[in-house]
């Protein structure tokens, strides 16, 4: 379905903890067909300090199309999203989308595995909740600085997903730890395949599993865009793509070759 350009309505912008915000706005039905793993292209507005131009691309933590919304969790780090932190009940935000393509479940699949980090987080919820919504057993693994950074749990919990919890403050986080704890539950029940979003050290350890055991596997990457649409090939990255038996470098854009591919053609 083509991308539809709206102007959304503001229900709420609030704080989660110190870094993130979680945005709620109300759209028209056609972007609420949104899949998990896709995004929307946000126009943030300008201040007298700040003047984003370009929009910003975020990924979609939930869409309901029985109330009309669509929510957001962002990090304000920088010119955009210090604007958009700023919005308040009631005021308009243009948003494009759905943009790009999402994850892909199989039907075949039993067991799936995500591992995610901050803001990665917020991609991955959406994908849990529709592997469930397919009784699909999911285990989650939630990283983060410390226990008061960890986000989402809740929507995990509430999909009865085993859900591990790892923190940098107790070195737990480990990526070496991390890897121990996949392939632990791995002997417990095998996972069909695994996804991630939010970190390149993450992902490059399941890029090795899902090589190293035959797994099936997909990264939500986050990449710099200007208009999400892949005309202006901003967002170009190599990827390896393997045909048969003959490997190639080739470059795709993220906007909309993604932002979701392949696991195993990955490059850190």
């Known amino acids: 379905m083509a991308a539809i350009d709206s102007l959304s309505i503001i229900i709420s912008n609030e704080w989660v903890n110190d870094e993130y915000k979680h945005l709620i706005v109300k759209v028209n039905t056609p972007a609420l067909t949104v899949e998990p793993g896709q995004f929307f292209n946000l126009l943030c507005p300008q201040s007298e300090a700040d003047k984003p131009f370009f929009r910003r691309p975020m990924s979609t933590y939930f869409a309901d199309p029985v109330s009309g919304t669509i929510e957001f969790l962002y990090k304000v780090v920088g010119s955009g999203t210090r604007t958009l932190a700023k919005l308040q009940t009631g005021d308009t935000l243009p948003i494009l989308g759905p943009l790009g393509k999402g994850f892909t479940i199989k039907d075949h699949y039993q067991h799936i595995l995500v591992v995610g980090r901050g803001v990665g987080l917020a991609t991955l919820a959406p994908l849990a909740e529709a592997a469930v919504a397919k009784k699909i057993k999911v285990t989650a693994i939630l990283s983060a600085r410390d226990q008061n950074s960890l986000m989402s749990q809740h929507r995990f919990h509430n999909i009865h997903a085993n859900v591990i919890e790892v923190i940098d403050s107790n070195h737990s986080s480990k990526i070496e730890n991390v890897e121990k704890l996949i392939i632990k539950q791995h002997k417990i029940m095998p996972f069909d395949a695994v996804y ?23 990264v939500a990457l986050e990449q710099h865009m200007a208009c999400g649409l892949g005309m202006c090939y901003c967002c170009v990255k190599p990827f390896n793509v393997t045909t048969g038996t003959q490997t190639e470098l080739r470059n795709k854009r993220v906007c909309v070759d993604g932002p979701v591919f392949d696991i195993k053609e990955f490059i850190a």
């Open 196 to 218: 991630t979003c939010g970190s390149t050290r993450i992902t490059t350890l399941l890029r090795r599993i899902a090589m190293e055991f035959n797994l099936d596997g997909q």
